[in-house]
């Protein structure tokens, strides 16, 4: 695909795509929820980095390798069936799309009660996140289209 928004544009359910937004919501809002998935990454050893991305400052980047490992290859093949991507592919786009969403998720610096993720447009965000990746060589996530093979 050239870019990452004809590769996310063909993933959110469209006629023979994947459920890249599905895919993220479940694992937002999965069992355990996002604090759920806060324990989960601070357990492998990303406590510091998931605990950035909830705080009210600055969102540390995460190594797409040691996300995987943190969720654990069944979550992963999981994810991958779900969003129609590879495990090469994906890794990197929840590299990048997890700090922003559950930044945008905690704004107060506080994990939320419940479903977080109830509500909440994770299919604008990707979108947003694909838009600002296509945006030019000035923009923050300019690499990510080449990242992802685009």
């Known amino acids: 695909m050239d870019d990452l928004?004809?590769?996310?544009?063909?993933?959110?359910?469209?006629?023979?795509?994947?459920?890249?937004?599905?895919?993220?919501?479940?694992?937002?809002?999965?069992?355990?929820?996002?604090?759920?998935?806060?324990?989960?990454?601070g357990k492998s050893g990303l406590d510091d980095v998931a605990r950035s991305w909830v705080s009210t400052g600055g969102n540390k980047d995460v190594d797409p390798g040691k996300l995987g490992e943190a969720l654990g290859p069944d979550?992963?093949?999981?994810?991958?069936?779900?969003?129609?991507l590879s495990v090469e592919m994906l890794l990197p786009l929840l590299a990048s799309a997890l700090p922003a969403i559950i930044d945008a998720l905690t704004p107060d610096g506080q994990v939320p009660q419940g479903d977080a993720?109830?509500?909440f447009?994770?299919?604008?965000?990707?979108?947003?996140l694909s838009d600002a990746a296509n945006a030019g060589p000035n923009s923050?996530?300019?690499?990510l289209g080449k990242l992802l093979g685009g």
């Open 5 to 41: 928004g004809q590769m996310l544009g063909g993933l959110t359910g469209g006629e023979g795509g994947g459920d890249i937004v599905g895919a993220v919501g479940g694992l937002v809002g999965g069992q355990g929820g996002l604090q759920g998935l806060i324990d989960t990454l």
């Open 140 to 143: 923050p996530l300019a690499g």
């Open 121 to 128: 447009d994770i299919g604008g965000m990707l979108q947003g």
């Open 75 to 84: 979550k992963v093949n999981e994810l991958s069936a779900q969003s129609g």
């Open 117 to 119: 993720a109830a509500g």
